[in-house]
T-cell receptor
Framework: AQTVTQSQPEMSVQEAETVTLSCTYDTSESDYYLFWYKQPPSRQMILVIRQEAYKQQNATENRFSVNFQKAAKSFSLKISDSQLGDAAMYFCAYRVLDSNYQLIWGAGTKLIIKP | EPEVTQTPSHQVTQMGQEVILRCVPISNHLYFYWYRQILGQKVEFLVSFYNNEISEKSEIFDDQFSVERPDGSNFTLKIRSTKLEDSAMYFC????????????FGPGTRLTVL
């Protein structure tokens, strides 16, 4: 069974600094997708970034980038120039490649931004 | 930008009562999902829906749960007889034309069962 592990329940970073959130996953599939979602206090789930497993190039979205290590089954999120609005729960998720394409989720990392 | 909407934002109900949670997916999307998140816990998959039928459901999605797309826009989750343990945030998501498309989430409905 596929699993997603986020080993950091909470991280804190000084505003304008860089922080990296860790995620590892377990799968026997060779083709899949990985996601980072952000959940601010409003509790809405917002897509941050997506990575296709067949792509070697790491995905980037403005200040957000990933370090995708397929062999190590690692998918970390780097946030550069942290802003107060980045404070949220961050969830790593894996897309199962079968008929239902459900997302499998990690437990989340709470990111605190210190002003 | 199109977005998924959900109503109500917060629903309080008595144990044993029926509740219907409503979602309006993004208009040209074809794949629909319900997830739930019990406070402080992981997000859990409930059910996926495509072509007017359930394509997959989890163990959580027992006979007390049902989904429906009654018209071209709404996607509903019904819980027939709520239990205390059904208290959670319920998220609706939709994905586009291709099954590999990203799932976009609504703001969630907070269900409180008393």
């Amino acid at each position: 069974a596929q699993t997603v592990t986020q080993s950091q329940p909470e991280m804190s970073v000084q505003e304008a600094e860089t922080v990296t959130l860790s995620c590892t996953y377990d799968t026997s599939e060779s083709d899949y997708y990985l996601f980072w979602y952000k959940q601010p206090p409003s509790r809405q789930m917002i897509l941050v970034i997506r990575q296709e497993a067949y792509k070697q190039q790491n995905a980037t979205e403005n200040r957000f980038s990933v370090n995708f290590q397929k062999a190590a089954k690692s998918f970390s999120l780097k946030i550069s120039d942290s802003q107060l609005g980045d404070a949220a729960m961050y969830f790593c998720a894996y897309r199962v490649l079968d008929s239902n394409y459900q997302l499998i989720w990690g437990a989340g990392t709470k990111l605190i931004i210190k002003p | 930008e199109p977005e998924v909407t959900q109503t109500p934002s917060h629903q309080v109900t008595q144990m044993g009562q029926e509740v219907i949670l409503r979602c309006v997916p993004i208009s040209n999307h074809l794949y629909f999902y319900w997830y739930r998140q019990i406070l402080g816990q992981k997000v859990e998959f409930l059910v996926s829906f495509y072509n007017n039928e359930i394509s997959e459901k989890s163990e959580i999605f027992d006979d007390q749960f049902s989904v429906e797309r009654p018209d071209g826009s709404n996607f509903t989750l019904k819980i027939r007889s709520t239990k205390l343990e059904d208290s959670a945030m319920y998220f609706c998501a939709s994905a586009g034309q291709g099954i590999e498309d990203t799932q976009y989430f609504g703001p969630g409905t907070r269900l409180t069962v008393l």
